[in-house]
Each structure stands twice: as C-alpha cells, then as structure tokens.
C-alpha cells in the first residue's frame, strides 16, 4: 500500500477534531485557549529498544501513546491532540496497520484525545514511532520538577517494577504492564495547586528522584522498604526471580514522582516513600536504615564513539 492509501485508509479516520483538517492539508490549524497553557511533549520510540518487534500492534501503538500521556500528566495537563510519524519497515501489511490503529481508536476514546497529523516512510531500520503530544493546562497551575522543599512528603502512585519484571518474563501479568501503562492523567490534574514537583518514573525510580532533587535544587531520603510493590513483584523476589535493586532501578513504570506539604493528605493510590531533605542528593536507606548503592542508578541510552 503506498502512503496516501495508508493515510486515507487507516489514519484520516483517526483525525476527528477539526483542526485536523481532515488530514489533507501540510499541517493542522490549532486555536489558543484563554487562560490556558499548551503543554507540548516528543517522544521516538524503536522496536528493539522500546519495545519487542514481535509485540502486538494494538499494543504497541498504545504504548506508544500512553508514554507521551505520562508527560502530559507530570505537568498537570489534559489530553488535546497528538502528531505521529511513522517509520514502517517491509512487510508491514494491512492487517498489521489496522490493529495499529485499532489501538490507537481505542486509547483515543479512553484518553479524550485525536490524531492532529503527521508523516509517513518506509525505512530499511526497524520499526519507529514518533509522537508529539499536546495538552492544557490552566495558567500558572502547570506542575514542574522543581520546587519540593525540605520536609516535604516524596510520594509515588500505583506500584513500581512491574514494567522491568515484566520486560524479563513474556507473557505474563508483569509484561502487561509493560507494554500498556497506565497514564496517571486525573492523578495530574488532582495535584495542580497542591504538588510542590512532579515528574514522571520513565528511566528508574533512583535515577529520576535525582533529576527531582537536582531540579528543586534539594535532597532527598527514600525508605526502600516503602516503595509499593505489586503482589507479582512480591512473589518474584520472594523466589529469587527478582530484586529490589532491580525495582527501584528498571525503568518504564511510567507512574507518577511528586513532593506535598508535609500536612497535605495522600491522594488515593499513592505512597509516601520519603522526605524532602536540605542535603543534596539523593540517599535511598534500606529496611535498617543503612544506605543502599546501585551501580546503575536507571536506564540511559549510549552510543558507541565512531572509529
């Protein structure tokens, strides 16, 4: 199927907003929202790195879309539209492409968002995905990594590991989890005015609370015997399949990091794993309290010098 079949057959019927322009201009025409912020986030993805190549298409569209939702919600920030350019390689059939888009169809209804534009290729590489998200946010309530303050609460949603236990052990409940996150998008809007940071865990509970703590320009204390654990998680480590360092490092979680007042009340599905210190850093104490030490602190994408 060459290009303007593929976009009028499976991609125009994703294109429901009007500032879309039906998918038949070179770009969309968006309008402003007084009183509000566009958020605006970009993500690639690549099979073989973000994914298996052997995923399910439905799924992999999905994941693709909820990672960039995970940005929109670390900001506070309601779904508006979304640009995705698609890099296919050979033998990407039709039937492939239209479970593609089913997933995308189906994230767009739960999500309240539509496909705005973007471009199609052929590429001799792996499959890759590229998505520009967009979404509002009310003036001055937008949510940022910096500002925690000594004595705040460090919290997280959900639980944590399930994605890198998941991304070890195929199928399983764990890889669900992996190849579909869970945007914590009400969670973001519930902390407008209330989280002092926020961020989302994309690369490794660790590593990310540094970026927070370099960010708010403070340190923090995380117990790591309060990090939730899902009952997967539990049993993995409990059978030696798993371990902690692994939870608080793997990435892909995609649940929410944040900071409250320290009288500020939990939100429901969210814990308190620490505190907001004035020494710099981070410093993750395990269930005696004696300091723990990762030689990786998260994932971190590297490329080999040229010759």
Not at 207 to 227: C, I, K, N, T, W
Request: charged share 20%; proline share 7%; hydrophobic share 45%.
């Amino acid at each position: 199927m060459e290009e303007f079949s593929l976009i009028d057959h499976f991609l125009r019927p994703l294109a429901l907003a009007p500032e879309a322009l039906g998918l038949r201009d070179d770009a969309a025409l968006l309008a402003s929202r007084p009183g509000h912020r566009l958020v605006v986030s970009a993500d690639m993805l690549q099979a073989g790195v973000h994914f298996f190549a052997d995923d399910p298409p439905d799924a992999i569209a999905q994941k693709a879309l909820r990672v960039n939702l995970s940005d929109l919600a670390a900001m506070g920030a309601e779904p508006y539209g979304y640009f995705l350019c698609l890099g296919l390689p050979e033998g990407m059939d039709e039937t492939w492409l239209r479970a593609f888009c089913d997933g995308l169809s189906a994230d767009q209804a739960t999500y309240g968002i539509t496909l705005l534009g973007g471009d199609t290729t052929r590429t001799h590489g792996p499959l890759s995905l590229s998505l520009t998200v967009m979404g509002w946010v009310p003036e001055g309530q937008a949510l940022h990594r910096m500002g925690a303050r000594p004595g705040d609460q460090l919290c997280v949603s959900g639980t944590l590991g399930d994605a890198a236990l998941g991304l070890i052990e195929r199928p399983s409940a764990a890889h669900a989890r992996y190849l579909r996150p869970l945007p914590r998008l009400s969670l973001g809007t519930a902390l407008r005015g209330v989280a002092t940071a926020a961020m989302d865990i994309s690369d490794g509970l660790v590593q990310d609370a540094g970026h927070l703590a370099s960010a708010s320009g403070v340190g923090l204390r995380m117990e790591a015997a309060r990090v939730p654990l899902s009952m997967a998680v539990r049993d993995a480590i409990a059978e030696g399949r798993f371990t902690l360092a692994q939870v608080l490092t793997g990435g892909d979680d995609y649940e929410l990091l944040f900071t409250l007042p320290p009288d500020i009340a939990l939100p429901p599905e969210t814990t308190c794993i620490g505190e907001v210190t004035t020494s710099p850093g981070l410093q993750v104490v395990d269930a005696s309290g004696h300091p723990m030490h990762f030689a990786r602190p998260g994932y971190r994408h590297r490329w080999e010098a040229s010759s």
